[in-house]
């Protein structure tokens, strides 16, 4: 019988061994042992350990055989210790280096190889070690980094998905946030650290543009665009966070600052509406990429001063609507009927014209109705017959619930309020509040009971902003 040539044979029997190595890195690491000579396990110590077993390489160079082996067991000591995250002393290296074992581990040595190179010998060791008791031995340091280590791998590959789906804000996000996360920690590939992924936040934020491509300021509406510069055209930037912040004025007449977080659609646009209805009458919104935590952070990691092109070019991004709010149910008049503590009418109209200030300093049209009828419906038909011209009716009941007088020489007046928007042509209310509570306290029971009452007007203003636009 003819024989098959020898180097076919070579090849058959190659084969055979890589069809029973699975995956391509072991097909790798076993090229790589024919060619250089030295065991596949030196390339992946991972392989033939076993399930639930961890492979260690450890190796040593010297004049003697045995001096490499010491160096080359001390080596797997070191690469054990940095694993576990503390040193695990001279007592497992003597172990080791004697018995070839380390018990508490439960590392063995699985196999050993040595070569001499110009009257050098270099020894390489193969060990394996119990999963489970090295999971045990890990410390939390370690446990630590590796958490750590994930959280940052993890926000720059799902950054560099944001950006392949023009995500472009989200990815800028991650990147900062990855770049503050991993500042100081030799541990993490520097690939994910503030050196490599600086300039790619910088250049993906510099093609980024917010515009209003179209704005309503008597109802303070617009929207927004967000863009990227394109080789020819700009593109839409979905999903970005953009911060919308505003002026607002609280029941007690206090302006305090407000925002909300709008997100562009997947055409790069959102519609700003304000979230609070007491949203200032007339002033400006101020809409800017919702990067401030993250700028802040890094900065808080790396030093402000590294990080000031960045505040820069993120605040070159800001822009702002200025805006005139009108109310769009027209001219309003105000009728408050006051009840003293028995429930009668007190045909007082302090409040009626406080309110209406309140109103008029907001730039509606407003005029007091000093309506001389008790029932919310009765007032309402004496305004409707009365020959004015507004075009709504606000009505609101108040009256004295409780009364105190305090061992401490001052007075306390507790009161409850209900108020009902009427519309020219309409015989119901078109809006009608729960019932409000309100109290205050004065050095007389007359001081009390006019704070109980603005405080209740100071409510019903507030609502009534609300719904009279």
Known sequence: M???????????????????????????????????????????????????RVGMNGEGTATTQRQAELIAYNNIIEKLSERIGSEIGQEAYRELSVLGTISEYGLVLEDSYVNTQEGMYNVFLHVSIDQNLLDKATTDETKRREIITKQVNDLVLKGDEYVKAGNEIRAVSNYMKAMALSEGKDYIDSEYQFKELYPVVLQLLKGVTLTIVSSRTDVVSCVVSITRKGTFVSSSVASAEVLASYQ??????????????????????????????????????????????????????VGAENVADLRALIDSKTIEFEYDKKYSMGSIAVAVIEHDNLGYVTGVTDITDYVTARLLSDDAIASAFYAELDDEMDVSYEFTHSGRTEECLLVMRIGITNH???????EVAGAEGIFYLFVRGKEEPVYTSDVIYASAYADTYKDAVRGAFKALADIAYSLVKAVYV
């Open 2 to 52: 003819k024989k098959k040539p020898a180097c076919l044979s070579i090849l058959i029997a190659l084969g055979l061994v890589l069809v029973l190595l699975s995956g391509c890195s072991s097909v790798r690491a076993v090229l790589k042992s024919n060619i250089s000579g030295i065991p596949y396990w030196y390339y992946e110590p991972q392989m033939g350990v076993g399930k639930g």
């Open 248 to 301: 607002a004025e609280d029941v007690r007449g206090m302006i305090y600052n407000d925002s909300f977080v709008y997100v562009s659609d997947e055409g790069g646009l959102f519609v700003f509406n304000p979230i609070n209805d007491s949203i200032l009458r007339k002033g400006s919104v101020r809409f800017e990429l919702n990067l401030s935590k993250e700028l802040k952070d890094l900065e808080a990691a």
């Open 404 to 410: 105190v007088s305090s061992r401490q020489n001052f």
